[in-house]
């Protein structure tokens, strides 16, 4: 079995840490609470970074999922935060596999550009949660295209998109033989539906800045050209996306670990007490190490989740996992850099407690990790449903 990496991997890295060598600590620290990274996004969007998956074609270098995934481990692995942009990544990626000609042609060139962001993805909603297939939200038919009206939430970066992929109800629940289906994809021009007055945005605040919001729609318009793929089958347009979206998670998740064991290994090898390194101490060098070994096991998995993925193969189970196990492993990694820390792991100036907030996040979302457990649970080991 050959473990090697294209070489290229190593060039996409450097010139990402490059990157981020120009948004040290400072910068972050300065956006706190709320502000958006906005000098950050548009050096990754002239860099061409956030096109990476979009093919030559329509703009974009044409990358796999692993080399995009490799993007948004190095983001993080430098102390930067790839949360304000990694939408940009897979959400496009609904509309390269199931948009028609004309909306690959629309859309996909002006996002590879920078002319349009395509960061918000409508799906979440305040008495659904993580059961996409009871959404409330509709899509009523009518002539020349739909009319919207439902409400979304943990909708983030929705003001700082131009458009918005949204999952609509276009079937009521109780007219389809199973609950998947009914549901379809929409490409909303959200600047166009606030000057409407059909789309209020709202932000909410949070423990990190990840600039999350809740969007009302109250009879947004939409043209029949909108619609993404076929009517109906929308649930089944976003799950290859949801798989790329795991598979890039895992990524900033592994990214977050390798700062962390970093961080932490060199503190504990500089600060002395009692007139040693604390990192003499197993106590402190143990869980560290410990914390490396379980980024690196995940990593594995992600490589294998991205590597079936970019091959066209089934790769939820695979995808999944690689969130869990890496998610885990960053907020594993996050604690034994904090108390590696000490007292100082809550002092801004180290951001450890920053990167402490961001990497808490991925446990519970953009999916809870007791939602992956049923997924594996009743999907791969066959047993009974949960819930």
Known sequence: MDFSLPPELDEIRSAVREL????????????????????????????????????????GPGLSLTAGSVILEEINASGCNSGACHAQM??????????????????????ASGELRLQAFGVT???????????QTTAERVDGG????????????????????????????????K??????????????????????????????????TEI???????PADALVGEEGKGFRHILDGMNAERVLIAAECIGDGRWFVDKASRYASERVVFGRPIG??????????RAWA??????????????????????GPEANTAKLLASEASWAAANACLDTHGGFGFAEEYDVERKFRETRLYTVAPISNNLVLAFIGQNVLGMPRSY
């Open 179 to 212: 609950r998947t289906e009914g549901l379809s994809t929409f490409v909303v021009d959200m600047r166009a539906a606030q000057e409407a007055g059909t789309m209020t945005i709202r932000p909410i605040r949070t423990l990190m800045n990840h600039a999350t």
């Open 280 to 289: 003499q101490n197993q106590g402190v060098q143990f869980p560290i190490a």
């Open 146 to 177: 739909y009319v919207v009206r439902g409400q979304k939430i943990w909708t983030s970066r929705a003001l700082h998109s131009d458009l918005m992929l949204l999952l609509a109800r276009t079937t009521p629940a109780d007219q389809v033989e």
């Open 125 to 135: 909603e305040p008495a659904v949660g993580s059961d996409t297939t009871s959404i």
């Open 294 to 315: 379980s980024v690196e096991a995940a990593d594995l998995m992600r490589y294998k989740a991205a590597w079936l993925f970019d091959q066209g193969l089934p790769c």
């Open 20 to 59: 981020c060598a120009g948004f040290p600590g400072e910068y972050w620290r300065e956006l706190e609470p709320d502000r958006y990274p906005e000098e950050f996004v548009a050096a990754l969007t002239e860099q061409g970074w956030l096109a990476a998956l979009i093919p030559e074609e329509y703009g």
């Open 90 to 111: 897979y959400v496009m990626g609904t509309i390269l596999r199931h948009g028609s000609d004309a909306q690959k042609q629309e859309y996909l060139p002006r996002i």
């Open 216 to 222: 009302f729609l109250d009879g947004v318009e939409l």
